[in-house]
């Protein structure tokens, strides 16, 4: 059932695990973050030992599978929990009640195995046979109806993650003039990636139940889990700068308009738009790279809040592309010059990496700075 390589990957695979539980207990994360984070490699590192159990502990076996389905049905709230922690800067998500519905129907399905014969359970989970009575083909039949609602369960909470991410990095948008080092890009990669190892899991088992096991690599699955959990662990432990401020409170009250109940009027949000389009003009504060809304504040002389809805209402920007349009506009002369290279313009005008200076000028000129150039050259022949 399992051969030399597949054993031999498995212990690779709970060794990287365990040295995530590691690196997630040193880890300067959010106590959130490393709990949640420490559940995703324990996870990880139980589905994977189902090889070692069946090779070193085989009366073992028959108790073990049955909990490698609760981690299953565990997998995905940990994953969904994990990115609700990262994401700091908004409120962070609470365990409720439906979130555990599926473990705990899974925990008694595993403890209806536990309490089968061990005759039934050699026949169910080695030599794959149903026997007789009413108890193991309600199991299974309860078995094949979670994995039913695991892989829709999966699917839900895949996208609760990638909403998650995007409801983030749109907050990102509005308090933070540089991006790169805040919006997890990496968790991006993870969910794809565990999306293509469950992908290739999938696969791998209706091959076996359908005789075409032959086609099937089944180190390969090992060999993936190994390359997702070293890529978590590697970037994991990278902890994005600390924010400045948190925004304002969210209103319980889904159908309030965003500044309901703000105070500020039309004639100071004027005032106030007047004194941020001087910070940019005069004062050339799009120069900063760390330039944030809590720094605009402090200049400006006005609540974070305040000068966030004034720049969504009076100026009708994010923070984020208010600040880049000042630097692009800044960045046009120099490449239209060309005295410079454009990673060096970037640095220049306050951006932090060339590529993000390529989308913005791209997203503001409708051009590369190189087709910006040559169409200066070409204007002035």
């Not at 690599?217 to 997702?228: D, R």
């Amino acid at each position: 059932m399992h051969t030399d390589g597949t054993i031999a990957l498995s212990a690779a695979c709970l060794g990287i695990a365990l040295a995530g539980v590691m690196s997630a207990l040193r880890s300067v994360q959010d106590r959130h973050a490393r709990f949640y984070l420490m559940l995703v490699f324990g996870v990880f590192g139980g589905i994977v030992s189902t090889p070692l159990v069946f090779a070193f502990a085989p009366s073992m076996y028959g108790f073990y599978l049955p909990v490698v389905l609760v981690l299953l049905l565990v997998l995905s709230p940990a994953v969904f929990f994990y990115v609700s922690a990262k994401t700091t800067d908004l409120q962070p998500s609470t365990i409720r009640r439906r979130d555990i519905v599926l473990p705990v129907v899974g925990g008694m399905v595993m403890l209806g195995y536990w309490l089968q014969p061990a005759q039934a359970k050699t026949a169910m989970f080695i030599a794959g046979e149903l026997p007789a009575g009413f108890a193991p083909a309600t199991l299974v039949l309860s078995t094949f109806i979670l994995i039913f609602c695991w892989v829709g369960s999966s699917c839900l909470y895949l996208f609760a993650t990638l909403r998650r991410l995007r409801d983030y990095r749109s907050k990102l948008r509005s308090l933070y003039s540089n991006l790169d080092d805040r919006e997890l890009r990496w968790l991006d990669w993870f969910v794809v990636s565990l999306v293509a190892l469950w992908a290739a899991t999938a696969f791998t088992f209706v091959a076996d139940n359908t005789g075409f096991d032959q086609v099937v690599v089944k180190e390969l699955i090992y060999v993936l889990t190994a390359c997702l959990l070293l890529f978590v662990v590697a970037f994991a432990s990278i902890a994005p700068p600390e924010a400045e401020i948190e925004g304002p409170a969210p209103s319980n009250d889904p159908s309030e308009p965003k500044y309901a109940r703000s105070a500020l009027t039309d004639a100071y949000a004027e005032q106030l738009a007047r004194r941020i389009r001087s910070a940019m003009t005069q004062d050339a504060l799009y120069l900063d790279p760390n330039l944030s809304l809590q720094k605009l504040s402090r200049h400006v002389g006005a609540l974070p809040n305040q000068i966030s809805q004034t720049l969504n209402e009076q100026i009708g920007s994010t923070f984020f592309d208010f600040i880049a349009h000042h630097r692009i506009e800044a960045a046009k002369p120099l490449i239209a010059k060309g005295l410079a290279n454009s990673l060096t313009v970037s640095l220049d005008v306050g951006f932090n990496s060339r590529s993000t200076f390529y989308k913005a000028f791209k997203r503001e000129t409708g051009m590369t700075p190189k087709g910006f150039r040559e169409a200066a050259v070409r204007s002035k022949e």
